[in-house]
């Protein structure tokens, strides 16, 4: 069993930055995908980001090029999301999950672990 927290959330104006951490406690995560999603209300849960267990590989959703960096340490199981030039559009839960295979997914259903998340509020 992995057990997920997530941390960093907050209240920010747009334009703001923050950073998601997800710490992972029980058996390691080191060898596992870890992916970002978020839950905006009245929504559908969408993926954000993942990062494959060596970080040598990322994915992000169009949404969040160029803004977001998802990475990794491995030493402290820990995973992080960088958010900058956060806009209002970015309000949500974000949770982070761990998938047991070695390649990265969107779909949030092949994700076998979930944190039960932190709520990130952009205001305009």
């Known amino acids: 069993q992995v057990q997920l927290v997530e941390s960093g959330g907050g209240l920010v104006q747009a334009g703001a930055s923050l950073r998601l951490s997800c710490t992972a406690s029980?058996?390691?995560?080191?060898?596992?995908?870890v992916g970002w999603f978020r839950q905006a209300p009245g929504k559908e849960r969408e993926f954000v980001a993942a990062i494959t267990w060596s970080g040598a590989n990322t994915y992000y959703t169009d949404s969040v090029k160029g803004r977001f960096t998802i990475s990794r340490d491995n030493a402290k199981n820990t995973v992080y999301l960088q958010m900058n030039s956060l806009k209002p559009e970015d309000t949500a839960v974000y949770y982070c999950a761990a998938d047991r295979r070695s390649w990265i997914t969107t779909t949030s259903e092949e994700y076998d672990y979930w944190g039960q998340g932190t709520q990130v509020t952009v205001s305009s």
């Open positions: 029980g058996r390691t995560f080191s060898s596992y995908v």
